[in-house]
């Protein structure tokens, strides 16, 4: 629970500055960067060590992270200086969840048994679309253990469609008696 609220108040905090730079876009694409790079078991192992110097850290933060906007460089040193790396994926997700909300759009998760078309996915996205009053962006799965039907994740929100869950329905209605 704690590295949620880090990430998040992390997030907060940078698109906060980034708003009154105007550089909220610019910074997203520079966060998937620094995630990316911070993937690097090597490099985060070097980062975390505790017998390399700050110096030596900070001048390696410097040169990796070059193309980034100073105010990247210092978020990565922080995070490095408080022991707090293993929030980066939390700190990008949340940090995207500001710039969806910034620029009105409503990120959806679609799960279904086999791939969606793409009249299919339009669809989907303009439903969606009237019902939440905001531009979609979809993300698509397919995970055939539904057997069939789909899922749709807005937000916090969990809509089960899929043939999975009426199955598991009806064997619990089953077992209990209760038809």
Known sequence: MALTKSGKRYAQALFELASEGNVV???????????????NAEFLAFLN???????QKQKAIGEV???????????????????????VTDLVKNYSGLLDQYLGKQRI?????????????????NVI?????????????VDDSIIGGIIIKIGDQLLDGSTKTQFNDM???IKSGNI
């Open 109 to 125: 998760t679609v799960t279904t048994a086999v791939q969606l078309e793409d009249n299919q996915i339009s669809n989907i996205k």
């Open 65 to 87: 992270f070059k193309e980034t906007d100073q105010s990247i460089q210092n978020l990565v040193s922080l995070l490095v200086k408080n022991s707090s790396m293993e929030c």
């Open 25 to 39: 876009e610019a910074w997203a694409i520079q966060l998937e960067y620094v995630a990316e790079v911070l993937n």
């Open 129 to 141: 679309a009237k019902i939440v009053d905001k531009e979609v962006v979809l993300d698509a799965n």
């Open 49 to 55: 060590h505790a017998k390399v110097p700050d110096i």
């Open 171 to 173: 064997r619990r209605i």
